[in-house]
């Protein structure tokens, strides 16, 4: 096995305004093998979103060293960037986020037109993800025509539409019933079994931590193994 994600020292401060600052992340270190799956715990403004936007390069650490799939993230120009976020990494978040006026092929879709696949290829893989996450048959339903579990299957396989090797969800079954966090949970099991992606998860959900391989917990901007 080889690593992922490799942390050291991430150090993250918001700046609000001379001459005030606000360190959130007090020195993370974190490394992640490819094929695992982590959860992250911790209460409510302890940093985890913090953490997950620097690991998925939506953000920039303030210092510390990161390697990214190999990547040199401080080295990084902003263009690398993007284009390690689109090919190795998939979204998935506790609001959806699916483009509300698209139907849910669309939506599965459109990291594919920014990846630049040709129209066919396009719609023959969003229709073989929507297979895999059961939602073939609601293809031509727009989000507003969905339940909030099958937004989600939905959006889980947006996230996998440029076949990344990390999935990183924030609080993913934070808005679903528990029958409905189940399935879509049992989903994430099967996309790291069965299709060998690395996962990263974030909930407030205990029992549905202890069901992945390691349990990280972040406390006042500190991660706990
Ligand atoms: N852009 C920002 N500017 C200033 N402070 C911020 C910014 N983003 C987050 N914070 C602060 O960082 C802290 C951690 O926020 P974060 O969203 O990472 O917490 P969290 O653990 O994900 O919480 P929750 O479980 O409620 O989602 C909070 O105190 C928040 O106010």
Request: charged share 30%; no cysteine.
């Amino acid at each position: 096995m080889s690593k992922v994600i490799e942390m050291k020292d991430i150090v993250k401060k918001f700046y609000i305004g001379q001459p005030n600052e606000l360190e959130i992340l007090h020195g993370i270190n974190l490394t992640v093998e490819e094929g695992e799956f982590v959860s992250i715990v911790g209460a409510s403004g302890s940093g985890k979103s913090t953490l997950m936007n620097i690991i998925g390069v939506l953000d920039r650490a303030t210092s510390g060293y990161y390697n990214l799939a190999g990547l040199n993230v401080e080295e990084a120009k902003d263009s690398e960037l993007s284009q390690i976020r689109n090919k190795k990494i998939g979204f998935v978040f506790q609001s959806f986020n699916l483009i509300p006026r698209s139907n849910a092929q669309k939506n599965v879709e459109l990291p594919m037109i920014y990846g630049r696949m040709s129209r066919n290829d396009r719609r023959e893989r969003s229709m073989e993800l929507l297979k895999l996450v059961e939602m073939d048959d609601r293809a031509n339903h727009q989000p507003n025509e969905l339940s909030g579990g099958q937004k989600q299957r939905v959006a889980i396989a947006r996230a996998m539409a440029n076949d990344p090797d990390i999935i990183l969800a924030d609080e993913p079954t934070g808005a679903l019933d528990s029958k409905t966090g189940r399935v879509v949970m049992d989903l994430f099991h099967k996309l790291n079994e069965q299709e060998k992606k690395t996962i990263i998860l974030i909930t407030h959900n205990q029992e549905l931590a202890d069901e992945t391989g390691r349990v990280l917990t972040m406390k006042d901007g500190i991660l706990e193994e």
